[in-house]
T-cell receptor, first 112, second 112 residues
Framework: AQSVTQPDIHITVSEGASLELRCNYSYGATPYLFWYVQSPGQGLQLLLKYFSGDTLVQGIKGFEAEFKRSQSSFNLRKPSVHWSDAAEYFCAVGHSWGKLQFGAGTQVVVTP | NAGVTQTPKFRILKIGQSMTLQCTQDMNHNYMYWYRQDPGMGLKLIYYSVGAGITDKGEVPNGYNVSRSTTEDFPLRLELAAPSQTSVYFC???????????FGQGTRLTVV
């Protein structure tokens, strides 16, 4: 069965430090991969997506993600975190037959 | 451009009552989705649709029904509300399964 795993439920990071959020997927072929961010009380906003081609993908707000087929991973990174990056982050997998499946999310707390 | 609009934003239901969560999008998207979000559980797909007249079950369809008579609208029906259906519900749409999903602001439902 297809699945999306975000191993870290909660991450605390200091402002200005780097951030990496992990995402692993289980799927029979190369899926469509997404990272979304959810601020408190809001819907989800797309940060970036990967379909094919270059495995390093640039997104909005200074985020990037790298697709590693051998590890079935699509980890999200940001070199220097800002206080406004405090939010919940979701990795998602899109399937050709229509379903969009999300991981459980990683809550990011940014400390001064 | 309104995007994805959900109504109502908040609702309290008594056990056994029924209600319909409304969702409409003005982007002419083929794909539409209903998710529920529970703390620490991420988003779970309830139902999805790949076009008018076509719907299919997601991960957690029990207790819900949907219809898709037009491209724009994708209402979610709760027939006999139960406390386990207390959640935040998100509607989303995308052009296709590989495209960015746009989310509504959510409906917070409490069943008492």
């Amino acid at each position: 069965a297809q699945s999306v795993t975000q191993p870290d439920i909660h991450i605390t990071v200091s402002e200005g430090a780097s951030l990496e959020l992990r995402c692993n997927y289980s799927y029979g072929a190369t899926p469509y991969l997404f990272w979304y961010v959810q601020s408190p009380g809001q819907g989800l906003q797309l940060l970036l997506k990967y379909f094919s081609g270059d495995t390093l993908v640039q997104g909005i707000k200074g985020f990037e993600a790298e697709f590693k087929r051998s590890q079935s991973s699509f980890n999200l990174r940001k070199p220097s975190v800002h206080w406004s990056d405090a939010a919940e982050y979701f990795c998602a997998v899109g399937h050709s037959w229509g379903k969009l499946q999300f991981g459980a999310g990683t809550q990011v707390v940014v400390t001064p | 451009n309104a995007g994805v609009t959900q109504t109502p934003k908040f609702r309290i239901l008594k056990i056994g009552q029924s209600m319909t969560l409304q969702c409409t999008q003005d982007m002419n998207h083929n794909y539409m989705y209903w998710y529920r979000q529970d703390p620490g559980m991420g988003l779970k797909l309830i139902y999805y649709s790949v076009g008018a007249g076509i719907t299919d079950k997601g991960e957690v369809p029990n207790g819900y029904n949907v219809s898709r008579s037009t491209t724009e609208d994708f209402p979610l029906r709760l027939e006999l509300a139960a406390p386990s259906q207390t959640s935040v519900y998100f509607c989303a749409s995308s052009l296709d399964s590989a495209a960015e999903a746009f989310f509504g602001q959510g409906t917070r439902l409490t069943v008492v």
